[in-house]
């Protein structure tokens, strides 16, 4: 067995000499592989949103070459030169990733993925003509973020009528107060605008705004003074003595005046304010008996008002008929003028000739209080006449009236 051994170890030891040089011309072929395989990887340079990253692959295209990175191309990314690219020497390849974005245009919501970046290169994306009035916010030169909300708004003409003017102005406001408030347009308490503030504006929309004021307006009035008779025993009868001459007193009228534009809308009497209270004209009116003569005779009456018993005041006069414009033919009193044309009624302020009363005036006799009128205030009053002819006689005349006792 010992012969056997030393018999065979020469065998055994080229055995392993043989493995030994076997596996060195494995590692150097590996060697020669792995060298070879480095030296025809190709150089890419890749620009990623602005950072650069150099790779040595042997990927065949640009889409292979992002897959060995694990890089994942969104469908709105940009890759440039394209995925399907082949990939030769040095090159360089930019993978611009996508952002959405919020867009309100016009109203309109919408979701974007862009790679632009700025809002300038968006709104070019968008192929929209922006004029110079148009709003656009952020500005054109804000640099594109993840998720960031874009409003464009297309500016349109609106005329506008305020003080006295009327401008044509270009707008993006969506109401007639955004409107204002962006023109610096301000509003006083009573003022009103057409459209109301909160209506929509558009290219059809022209504003009005009214100024409206309210102010007090003092108006002065005279009060004509009354004349009132007294009887005096020491005077003849027929004599007349002023005893005390009337003066004329005064009034203010306040009126709240409403003004659109400085035109007066309306105007209301708030207050009546007395200046300067009137004085009676006074006269004394004889009453001692003429003493008989042989010559003389018994004195006559005249129709005059001195000879009627009562307050005499002097008042302007006008006339009218029952079917003057505006007349019913029923006076303020239910008297039926249409049914009594003859009758002798006249018109009056109550507050100077209570109505009902029987009142004497010259050249036209004695007559009814019965009966009112706009236009007959204070010292004034309005003859019945049946026809218009004896209106028109009648004119406007200044006359003594007495209320008779």
Not at 39 to 44: L, P, R, Y
Not at 49 to 71: F, K, N, S
Not at 95 to 119: F, L
Not at 326 to 337: F, K, R, V
């Amino acid at each position: 067995m010992e012969v056997n051994r030393i018999k065979f170890l020469p065998k055994a030891i080229l055995g392993k000499k043989w493995i030994i040089s076997l596996v060195s011309l494995i590692l150097f072929v590996s060697v020669i592989t792995y060298a070879v395989y480095e030296t025809t990887k190709a150089t890419v340079t890749v620009m990623i949103d602005g950072e650069e990253t150099v790779i040595e692959t042997h990927a065949a295209t640009v889409e292979a070459l992002m897959l060995e990175q694990e890089w994942q191309v969104k469908e709105h990314d940009l890759v440039e030169p394209s995925l399907d690219t082949e990939i030769t020497g040095e090159m360089d390849v930019t993978w611009t990733q996508a952002k959405q974005v919020a867009a309100t245009i016009d109203g309109e919501e919408e979701s974007i993925w862009t790679t632009v970046k700025t809002v300038e290169e968006l709104i070019n994306q968008l192929d929209i003509q922006y004029k110079e009035h148009d709003l656009i916010e952020p500005g054109l030169d804000t640099e594109i973020t993840e998720n960031m909300e874009i409003i464009y708004e297309s500016a349109f003409l609106v005329e506008l009528t305020s003080d006295g003017e009327q401008l044509e102005l270009w707008t993006t406001s969506t109401t007639v107060a955004d409107f204002l408030e962006k023109e610096n347009v301000s509003l006083g308490e009573l003022d009103r605008v057409e459209p109301a503030l909160d209506e929509r504006l558009d290219e059809e929309t022209d504003i009005q705004v009214i100024r409206v004021e309210k102010v007090t307006d003092v108006v002065e009035e005279n009060v004509d003074f009354a004349t009132v008779t007294r009887k005096d025993g020491d005077l003849l009868t027929g004599k007349e003595k002023v005893v005390q001459s009337g003066e004329a007193g005064q009034i203010n009228k306040h009126y709240e005046v409403i003004l659109e534009d400085g035109v007066e809308i309306s105007r209301e009497l708030v207050k009546t304010e007395t200046v300067k209270e009137s004085q009676d004209r006074i006269v004394a009116v004889g009453t001692q008996p003429v003493p008989a003569t042989s010559r003389s005779k018994a004195p006559t009456s005249s129709a005059s008002a001195s000879d009627k018993k009562g307050r005499t005041i002097t008042v302007t006069s006008t006339a009218y008929t029952a079917n003057c414009p505006g007349c019913s033919g029923i006076t303020a009193t239910g008297i039926n003028l249409n049914t009594n044309r003859n009758m002798k009624v006249i018109a009056v302020d109550p507050r100077v000739i209570p109505l009902g009363s029987r009142v004497f005036v010259e050249g036209y006799g004695t007559a009814i209080a019965g009966d009112t009128g706009g236009a007959i205030s204070g010292n004034k009053i309005d003859v019945h006449m049946p026809t218009k002819a004896d209106a028109y006689k009648w004119g406007t005349r200044t006359v003594k009236i007495t209320i008779l006792e």
